[in-house]
């Protein structure tokens, strides 16, 4: 049982590392204006989930844009895919509101 303990621990503990080293950024116009942790980014989903998921969908109507980096992240990761096709749904809406 306590190795499955220490198991469970370097488990979690590998989780923060790995957390703590990678990046959500909020991009808008090419610029970064927010960059937190993975690890703060998912806390905050977990207690705040509504207002964080809605504060995320009014950046989209915005023209934020969001991005996951890190040592850990390649590049082309599947939710920075999800995320740029959000981005470019509601890219439109954001523009037109622009020139007006």
């Known amino acids: 049982m306590s190795e499955q303990n220490n198991n469970f621990k370097e488990t979690v503990k590998d989780l923060f590392n790995k957390g703590n080293r990678n990046r959500f950024t909020v991009m808008r116009k090419g610029e970064s204006i927010l960059s937190i942790s993975?690890?703060?980014?998912?806390?905050?989903?977990?207690?705040?989930?509504?207002?964080?998921?809605?504060?995320?969908?009014?950046?989209?109507?915005?023209?934020?844009?969001?991005?996951?980096?890190?040592?850990?992240?390649?590049?082309?990761n599947q939710l920075n895919h999800m995320f740029g096709q959000l981005a470019q749904l509601y890219e439109n809406p954001a523009e037109e509101k622009e020139n007006k």
């Open 38 to 76: 993975v690890t703060l980014f998912i806390i905050l989903l977990i207690c705040f989930c509504p207002a964080t998921l809605i504060a995320m969908l009014i950046g989209l109507f915005c023209g934020c844009k969001y991005h996951f980096s890190g040592p850990d992240m390649p590049e082309d």
